[in-house]
């Protein structure tokens, strides 16, 4: 068996057909990972004795002739950010290197409910801050295509997992990009869904208004059915959405003709690159598949950046007020007082990036500021939300760039934050709408480094999001 | 010059951070650079607009069903602490008798 080209339908095609057992597969994956995973550092940690026990679950449950689920012997790898009971979760942080959960994520309990097998956890920036995953604290992450190259970020970790073979699918979070970037990066497909698709539970909160939990995939198919198996009411996070969950993989397919798409000419016009060629590739690509496309207009995206850096940091100011030195696991040496211990625990565990972000949205939510930074963000995000309800009164689907460029080398724009934060234009517009978006990959640069496409619609428009993206696969995207 | 170091310290002191002269220093610069970015919000008029604090939808949010569940228990809610007596969190002390 070919571990590092494994899709689930082949998957489930060899179990039930007996080539393989579920315990097999595992052990066969979990060798792989191990040797392959230094050629990028992927994962922090495997998990094999729980991949195991799931694996002997799926081969009772095949044992019993009964249906093993949607994701039967998946090996699934998890960013670091996502809790799971008695498996060290760092969030790519030092304040909880020894940090163990006492509780899983619901994506976890859903995964391993659906016959997945959480292989292991993935490297990330540290608290899910960053778009090159550098800020871990745990070290960097080789794209596997460019090895001297970063993966993207946050959660570059799971991108490169899924690309270099070492796990079929996994899960990451996404803020404002963290998952379609580094998809983009490394060459395969990663969905943001629509706001409250996936319950939030035991994902580590950074901004809760934006926080999503999503799939990375090889192909569009594999992402839309374990987006099925993650999505849907979460009585434990308020905010999941009560929708039904569409069968996902079996809505793909049918034609595309008719669709309309939309090219934001905001989004356009400082492309002159290699990256906006490609795109423009690919959208003729939809023309030939029966599209009609046309220009529209997003004119709130020059104020998206601030917009997103305010009110991202403004929450996470809040959500990471709780790592004080008292409940997880890290504490100050230098505690004499009560205020020494939260002050020093957080000085000295935080990582540079986390304390920027902390102190400027303590800072743009401080008294005098309020009105001018945080107020004037929300009230922005508002003009933001409205311009794609607008545009999806015409369109059924937009379709930009994920990122200004490819993967770029580490180390490259580590020292210049605010250019880091501008790279992140194309995604965080769909991000602050809360709308479903999605990267594909959309063929490679002359110097043969992928480059995604990005899809976005409306609000639980995830069908008509994988339709197009299906479609675009299967015409053989680009090339 | 939008934020002094001054102002770097007091607002590490609301976010409970202790910050060495360097990155007092590298924070300042940072923070100024952003925040002028930032600034370019005030071209923007937000007259009558509703600020969007959630993003909403048909079918979100809603109370769930008010029933008892088993609690995670202090055990495990307290095998994290770096410091821990019976059933509760230790923390320096914080008044002197």
């Given at each position: 068996m070919q571990i590092a080209s494994l899709t689930i339908d082949r998957i489930r095609e060899g179990l039930l057909s007996r080539q393989f057992s579920a315990v097999e597969l595992t052990e066969e994956a979990l060798r792989f990972a191990e040797a392959e995973n230094p050629k990028t550092g992927a994962y922090l940690r495997l998990s094999p004795e729980r991949a195991m026990d799931a694996a002997r679950r799926v081969d009772e449950r095949l044992a019993r002739g009964e249906e093993p689920g949607p994701l039967a012997g998946v090996p699934v790898a998890v960013k670091d950010v996502i809790l799971t009971k008695g498996i060290t979760t760092t969030c790519g942080s030092k304040l909880l290197a020894a940090y163990v959960p006492p509780y899983d994520a619901t994506a976890i309990l859903r995964v391993e409910e659906a016959?997945?097998?959480?292989l292991g956890k993935t490297n990330c920036d540290e608290f899910a801050m960053g778009s090159s995953t550098e800020n871990s604290a745990f070290g960097p992450v080789r794209n596997p295509v460019a090895p001297d190259r970063v993966p993207g970020g946050s959660s570059g970790g799971s991108a490169a997992a899924v690309a270099q073979g070492t796990a079929v699918v996994a899960l990451g979070s996404d803020t404002g990009g963290s998952i379609r970037q580094p998809a983009s990066f490394c060459g395969v497909v990663g969905v943001t869904p629509t706001y409250g698709r996936v319950s939030r539970y035991g994902l580590t909160a950074f901004a809760s208004s934006l926080d999503h939990i999503g799939p990375f995939a090889r192909n569009v198919k594999d992402a839309a059915t374990l987006l099925r198996v993650i999505a849907g009411r979460d009585p434990r996070d308020s905010t999941s959405a009560a929708a039904p969950v569409p069968d996902y993989p079996a809505l793909l397919g049918g034609g595309l003709k008719g669709l309309k798409l939309g090219l934001p000419r905001e989004y356009l016009r400082?492309?002159?690159?290699e990256v906006g060629d490609l795109i423009s590739r690919g959208v003729d690509v939809f023309r030939r598949l029966g599209c009609e496309v046309r220009e529209l207009s997003l004119p709130s995206t020059g104020y998206a950046i601030p917009c997103y850096y305010i009110i991202a940091t403004a929450e996470a100011s809040s959500n990471l007020a709780r790592f004080d030195g008292v409940r997880y696991t890290f504490r100050s040496?230098?505690?004499?007082t009560l205020a020494d211990m939260y002050r020093n625990t957080r000085g000295e565990g935080f990582g540079a990036e986390c304390k920027r972000r902390i102190m400027l949205g303590t800072y743009v939510l401080s008294a005098g500021y309020y009105d001018a930074y945080y107020l004037k963000a929300q009230k922005v995000r508002t003009l933001i939300a409205r311009d794609f309800a607008r545009a999806f009164e015409e369109v059924d689907a937009i379709v930009a760039p994920?990122?200004?460029?490819p993967a770029f080398k580490l180390g490259e724009k580590v020292d210049d934050p605010l250019a880091m934060y501008l790279s992140d234009i194309y995604t965080i517009t769909g991000s602050l709408a809360g709308i479903p978006c999605m990267s594909v990959p959309c063929g490679n640069t002359a110097g043969g480094l992928p480059v995604g496409m990005q899809l976005l619609t409306t609000h639980f428009g995830e069908p008509a999001m994988f339709r197009l993206a299906g479609a675009f696969e299967d015409a053989g995207g680009v090339n | 010059m939008r934020i002094t170091e001054k102002e770097v310290r007091y607002v590490a002191g609301l976010a409970n951070l202790t910050l060495d002269d360097s990155e007092v220093a590298r924070f300042r610069a940072d923070l100024d650079g952003i925040l002028e970015h930032m600034d370019q919000l005030n071209e923007v008029d937000t007259s009558g607009v509703e600020p969007m604090a959630q993003v909403l939808f048909e079918g979100a949010g809603g109370l769930r069903e008010d029933v008892v569940e088993t609690p995670l228990g202090s055990e495990a809610g307290l095998a994290n602490a770096p410091q821990r007596g019976p059933g509760y969190f230790k923390v320096p002390k914080v008044v002197e008798r």
């Open positions: 016959g997945g097998i959480l400082e492309l002159g690159s040496a230098n505690s004499g994920v990122s200004p460029f | -």
